[in-house]
């Protein structure tokens, strides 16, 4: 079916007002964050902008009766190509059904559509003293549709946890249209172990599964206080040691950062005034929660990490704690000014591996670089071993192109050989489904066939995950 004859048949069913078919406001959509998106474009055939579930049961019934693929996209802030239509058909831009159906203080919990941006959802929490805990770093513009979805994380996940520990239940748009609700039909209660927990199925499934139109989440009191300790460490080696000794003295803090030797040059260079000390590593350890706990813990972190570190400090004054995060704050901007002449890259930018195995990715990384000849400034949440990678080219030079893309390939194959995984934070997509026997095994034939029971034809979001036999 031609573009023209598909857009008339969704206006029919949608209206106009919730179809896009022009082919400027295609390009639009034909793209996110990933390096493989700057090298490819993959334009869908047309756009829906859903506002109810019953606009996406109509979309997946008639996809599903005429055999379209359909991709379902948040703000499209994804860096795997993992909300982009690299089999052509139908986007469903969820990211316009942006709202909070009820947040129910006494059981703690909050219903919210899938466009709901992460920021403005624990902006409207703040007024009942609550929040959701997950922080990830493009919280200003991700949904919590995308977030479920790619069983997002960020920086306060070592305390915290990932998106799907606070997921209650989910509303779902199966691919032949059907409509389920997982997590019990009327609950509202925050345990429950009864029956098959369809809930996990559907967090992480990357939009292969199905549509993603209601979801329950868990929310958590808001912290009272929060403080920061910055630790300098001229020896890379010592880092991990001084986080595993925090464990051990038995303090979770709600996040703890490392900045490599690469890191600390880069934020130099990009902002002379941070003044960042030379050395192998900064960690920063964050603690939140009451004030007495909170200058207990940041007390007792500063006196074990000074074991080992050069330099020490722990603050709790909100201006002293923005200084302190400035560097890390940055450090994504910055990571271009290693080489003047090139750009920073997402591929290959979020493996995660054992806290024991830190050091050994970090120097295997740099090993790798000076391989194949690319600059990549590292760094990271260490505390769950979360390694972020910025590899700096040339994009327009295709020898610099190769070889980014062997980097990659390499950087992805040392963290699965480290006892890690190709990514701990933004997902799969299209970038890393080559890599899904190499970490999973047989395990991938179980998911196929989940895939196969669920979507027959096929259509929900080709080509993401793993690929099918078939498939390239």
């Known amino acids: 079916m031609n ?72 703000a499209g802030t994804g860096e795997t190509c993992g909300a982009v239509a690299i089999n052509g058909g139908i986007v469903l ?29 624990n902006e409207h929490l703040a007024q009942y003293g609550l929040f959701f805990p997950p922080d990830p770093g493009s919280t200003r513009m991700c949904t919590i549709g995308g977030m479920v979805a790619n069983n997002a994380s960020g920086l306060r996940a070592v305390k915290y946890g990932c998106t799907e520990q606070y997921v209650l239940g989910l509303e779902v748009v199966l691919p032949n249209g059907e409509v389920i609700i997982t997590g019990g039909m009327k609950s509202r209660a925050v345990k429950s172990v009864s029956g098959m927990n369809l809930t996990k ?3 992480g499934s990357e939009g292969v599964l199905g549509v993603i139109t209601r979801i329950r989440l868990r929310v958590w009191p ?24 925090v464990y051990q003295a038995g303090i979770l803090p709600s996040g703890i950062e490392i900045l490599d030797d690469s890191a600390i040059k880069a934020i130099n260079m990009y902002r002379p005034d941070i003044n960042l000390p030379a050395a192998e590593a900064i960690l920063l350890f964050e603690v939140d929660g009451n004030p007495a706990s909170v200058d207990w813990e940041g007390q007792t972190i500063k006196e074990i990490v000074n074991r080992r570190a050069s330099q020490v400090e722990w603050a709790t004054d909100p201006k002293r704690m923005a200084d302190l ?32 195995r830190v050091t050994e990715v970090l120097r295997g990384i740099r090993g790798l670089g000076e391989q194949f000849g690319i600059k990549v400034v590292n760094y990271g949440h ?42 701990g934070e933004h997902g799969v997509g299209a970038v890393r489904a080559q890599y899904a026997v190499a970490e999973h095994g047989d395990a991938v034939k179980v998911m196929q066939a989940i895939k196969n029971a669920i979507d027959p034809k096929g259509i929900m979001n080709p080509g993401k995950l793993f690929r099918l036999e078939g498939e390239n």
């Open 201 to 203: 199925l559907f967090v």
């Open 382 to 423: 260490i505390g769950d071993g979360n390694v972020h990678t910025a590899p700096v080219i040339d994009p327009e030079i295709p020898a610099e192109v190769e070889q980014a893309n062997k980097l990659v390939d390499a950087i992805h194959r040392l963290a699965i050989e480290l006892g890690g995984s190709t990514t």
């Open 93 to 121: 831009d969820m990211s316009t059904w942006d709202v909070i159906d009820e947040v129910d203080v006494p059981n703690m919990q909050v219903f919210v559509r899938p466009g709901v941006v992460h920021a403005n959802l």
């Open 325 to 356: 995060w400035e560097g890390r704050s940055v450090v994504a901007s910055a990571a271009a000014r290693v080489r003047p002449d090139g750009s920073r890259v997402f591929a290959g930018e979020d493996i995660s591996v054992p806290l024991s």
């Open 3 to 74: 573009r023209q004859a598909l857009s008339q048949e969704l206006i029919k069913l949608l209206g106009a007002e919730k179809v896009i078919a022009d082919e400027l406001d295609l390009m639009y959509y034909s793209y996110d964050s990933s390096f493989l998106a700057k090298q490819h474009r993959f334009i869908p055939d047309i756009v829906v902008t859903p506002r109810s579930t019953e606009d996406v049961v109509k979309v997946m019934k008639y996809a599903y009766e005429h055999g379209i693929p359909v991709t379902p996209r948040g």
């Open 222 to 245: 808001k912290p009272k206080a929060r403080g920061i300790v910055m630790a300098v460490f001229p020896v890379l080696e010592d880092a991990p040691k001084a986080v595993l000794e």
